[in-house]
């Protein structure tokens, strides 16, 4: 079945420190969308690549798809407390219209 | 903003029961879907839902599951005779587009099997 495997599981940073999360497939893919979910809350959508080494940026986030796009990766600079949760690449895998398989998870944890 | 809504938060059952976990997702979305998450672990798909009909199911999703839209609001999932290892969060989750677009999710349901 299709793979979307996430490193590293857990992550623990203090306050200030940086934060990535990888993101690999087994497969080509489509497009790729990132997730965030606190603790106790659901999935909540962050934004989607679509293009071969796409580089997006949202405040202190940034989102980049490979090249070949099977891998893709989401960097947290100088990260807060409200940054906890847990992020969840998911890969809608070519040929397939309607699925979204949502990869292994980072959980993140910052302290003071 | 508009929500998909979940029902009920919280549903503890027996082993064996049949239970009914409902949504109504975000009224100008066309495709549905239900994942689950055991706790602590990924979001798992079961099944995704287009023009009243099932587009795509897991492996997860076997007979013990359905999927209904029984009206022009709600979407449940039904499973028949739940089993201990069914225990989990219920996720229902809509968007416009298919997986092209993102997905909504609402709050959840945890259900609890004993």
């Known amino acids: 079945g299709q793979q979307v495997m996430q490193i590293p599981q857990y992550q623990h940073v203090q306050e200030g420190e940086d934060f990535t999360t990888y993101c690999n497939s087994s497969t080509t893919l489509s497009n790729i969308q990132w997730y965030k979910q606190r603790p106790g809350g659901h999935p909540v959508f962050l934004i989607q690549l679509v293009k071969s080494g796409e580089v997006k940026k949202q405040k202190r986030l940034t989102f980049q798809f490979g090249e070949a796009k099977k891998n893709s990766s989401l960097h947290i600079t100088a990260t807060q407390t409200t940054d906890v949760g847990t992020y969840f690449c998911?890969?809608?895998?070519?040929?397939?219209?309607?699925?979204?398989?949502f990869g292994t998870g980072t959980r993140l944890q910052v302290t003071l | 903003e508009p929500e998909v809504t979940q029902t009920p938060s919280h549903q503890v059952t027996q082993m064996g029961q049949e239970v009914i976990l409902r949504c109504v997702p975000i009224?100008?979305?066309?495709?549905f879907y239900w994942y689950r998450q055991i706790l602590g672990q990924k979001v798992e798909f079961l099944v995704s839902?287009?023009?009243?009909?099932?587009?795509?199911k897991s492996e997860i999703f076997d007979d013990q599951f359905s999927v209904e839209r029984p009206d022009g609001s709600n979407f449940t999932l039904k499973i028949r005779s739940t089993k201990l290892e069914d225990s989990a969060m219920y996720f229902c989750a809509s968007n416009r587009q298919g997986a092209d677009s993102p997905l909504h999710f609402g709050n959840g349901t945890r259900l609890t099997v004993t």
């Open positions: 009224s100008n979305h066309l495709y």
């Open positions: 998911a890969e809608i895998n070519t040929g397939t219209a309607s699925k979204l398989t």
């Open positions: 839902f287009y023009n009243n009909e099932i587009s795509e």
